[in-house]
């Protein structure tokens, strides 16, 4: 059995006395107390030194989990009550202090074990910087090596950037990815690109691999649903598992002020919240993360890490939403 690193969270809730749940906070379960397979296992990378831009993102799984007492598990829009989903909380990967390379390979190793044991269950990994993405999907690539695989990318980024100049920095994912072989080139589609925010040399890269970029204006010229609906679709003609990624700098720097990368002309909350409904119901997707997400740069009201657990929280009602 492949070896994990995964540790009890720091923080956690626990279910109050023999009521059913009301909120997110009672309603999600430590992995180790789940008798039943999970439909859904969240587990934390918590590691930002390999962030390029300072960052705090090894903050977010914490902050992630003790924002969910604001949410109830009852969502309004759809009519939908999120407490028949079976949530199961795996922890945190224990990061070496020190050494991002031994802190990746146990991003990678712990994916790993998780997708192997529990095959037919979603994993939904919070980050940490980017980087943790390259080492969630090789950890996937490991357990089905047989396999292709697909990524749906939320991004203002490429994140092409050279490795063998940056070390596997979160600017770097795709291209680690790429150049390792595990994903094609045109097995990747970016939705949120926009603005003065890739350089030619990134552009070339991109196109040389037949990355697929979808601006946000030409997303909201075709409107954004259909957008994601073909990507998912175009994705699933081709792949055997789709992985999505969301950074969320794809916000714009207006709504998400802890984000590192954070830029302007970004997606809305509304449409990060709709986008996510409808990845939510597609059932070639496997897994997702949610990355670079900075709470020591959040507002007094913590506003970007509770845009962050609405946005989970829209991609689980996408999975009810499937049946």
Same mark, same amino acid.
């Given at each position: 059995?492949?070896?994990?690193? !995964? /540790? ?10 023999? /009521? ?7 309603? &999600?379960? /430590? ?28 903050? *977010? ?11 109830? #598990? ?22 070496? =202090?020190?050494?991002?390379? !031994? ?29 943790? =993405? ?16 697909? +990524?749906?990318?939320?991004? #203002? ?18 291209? /680690? ?30 196109? $040389?691999?037949? +990355?697929?970029?979808? #601006? ?6 075709? %409107? ?14 081709? @792949?055997?598992?789709? *992985?999505? =990624? &969301? ?5 714009? +720097? ?13 997606? =809305? ?8 409904? $409808? ?11 949610? @990355? ?12 970007? &890490?509770? #845009?962050? @657990? *609405? ?6 009602? %996408? ?5």
């Amino acid at each position: 059995m492949k070896k994990h690193y !995964l /540790q009890e969270p720091e923080w956690s809730w626990n279910l109050p006395g023999e /009521q059913p749940p009301t909120y997110v906070h009672h309603w &999600v379960q /430590q992995l180790r107390n789940t008798n039943n397979t999970p439909d859904m296992i969240l587990y934390g990378a918590p590691i930002s030194r390999s962030s390029i831009s300072v960052s705090g993102a090894s903050l *977010y799984p914490t902050e992630f989990r003790r924002l969910w007492k604001n949410f109830a #598990t009852y969502n309004l829009d759809e009519d939908v009550d999120l407490i028949p989903y079976n949530v199961a909380d795996a922890g945190d990967v224990s990061m070496h =202090t020190t050494d991002i390379l !031994l802190s990746h390979q146990r991003i990678q190793e712990s994916t790993t074990y998780l997708v192997e044991n529990y095959p037919n269950t979603t994993t939904c990994m919070i980050g940490g910087d980017h980087s943790t =993405t390259a080492c969630a999907v090789r950890g996937i690539k490991e357990a089905y090596p047989e396999e292709t695989i697909g +990524i749906l990318q939320l991004d #203002t980024h490429l994140d092409v950037r050279d490795p063998k100049e940056l070390g596997p920095a979160n600017g770097t994912p795709i291209r /680690q990815l790429i150049d390792g072989d595990i994903v094609k080139g045109e097995h990747v589609i970016n939705i949120g690109l926009h603005g003065y925010f890739n350089a030619k040399p990134l552009i070339d890269y991109a196109k $040389e691999h037949k +990355i697929q970029m979808v #601006t946000i204006k030409q997303a909201r010229k075709k %409107g954004l649903i259909k957008t994601i609906q073909k990507a998912l679709n175009d994705l699933s003609s081709k @792949v055997d598992r789709i *992985y999505v =990624t &969301v950074d969320m700098d794809v916000l714009d +720097i207006s709504l998400a002020p802890g984000v590192p990368a954070s830029t302007p002309g970004g997606m =809305t909350t509304i449409e990060l919240f709709d986008s996510l409904l $409808e990845i939510g119901r597609h059932p070639v997707v496997n897994h997702i993360d949610f @990355v670079c997400l900075d709470p020591s740069k959040d507002s007094a009201v913590a506003e970007t &890490v509770k #845009t962050g @657990v *609405y946005a989970w929280l829209q991609f689980v009602t %996408g999975r009810i939403l499937q049946d």
